[in-house]
């Protein structure tokens, strides 16, 4: 076997740490969509030298999170609502074939790995806190995709999950009572539990169309 020098498993490489943080501050909205990056900016807040942050952003290129235009620079993608569409077209696709593993001998797996999230849900939803409650949304979601134990699914759904959160932007969420959309959660949990097949991947679609439809109506106001 050839000597390579790989890096230790146990550490994150400095691109990879930078590229985590840029991530979550656009899918907070921190860093606003059609925002340009600038690599010195970047470098200096983070007291790197330029080169971990040129690959972190394009590892977010690579995402599909950031776009480079020519001769301008690289920029945080803006989703319009033909994007939101698509986005959720696509998590229907693939966390209806997670759910399709799921139901195939994993659901009390994926009922016991959706517990976390659902009550973190309840207790953000009860005193208010609609970021809680959309990051208990993004964390339920997760844990339901990983559930079906696919590799591949969950690193598509982590990018997917990312775009949703960037849908919302600064609404944060599109229930006007956060109690609502943490029992939507739990029903969808039980569906998936107990519901026969047909009736649990019924319920995941229409989750996912009433969020087409209230997502919709804000970018379209």
Known sequence: MPVVDFEPVNRQSTAEMIADRLRTAIMRGTVAPGSQLGEADLAAQFAVSRGPVREAMQRLVSEGLLHSI???????IELTLEDVVDVYRARTALEGGALQ???????AIAYKALEPSIEEM??????GD????????????????????????????????????????????????????????????????????????????????????????????
């Open 70 to 76: 020519p001769h301008r620079g690289i920029f945080v």
């Open 101 to 107: 593993l799921i139901l195939d001998g994993r659901r």
């Open 122 to 127: 309840v207790a953000c939803a009860e005193r």
């Open 130 to 221: 609609a970021v809680g409650v959309s990051d208990a949304d993004q964390a339920f979601h997760e844990a339901l995709v990983e559930s079906a134990a696919s590799s591949r699914l969950m690193r598509a759904a982590r990018t997917l999950l990312i775009e949703t959160r960037m849908c919302l932007g600064a609404l944060q969420t599109t229930y006007p009572d956060l109690r609502a959309q943490a029992r939507e959660h739990v029903d969808l949990r039980d569906a998936i539990a107990t519901d026969d097949p047909t009736d649990a991947y019924a319920r995941l679609v229409e989750h996912m169309d009433d969020a087409v439809r209230r997502l919709g109506q804000h970018i379209g106001t």
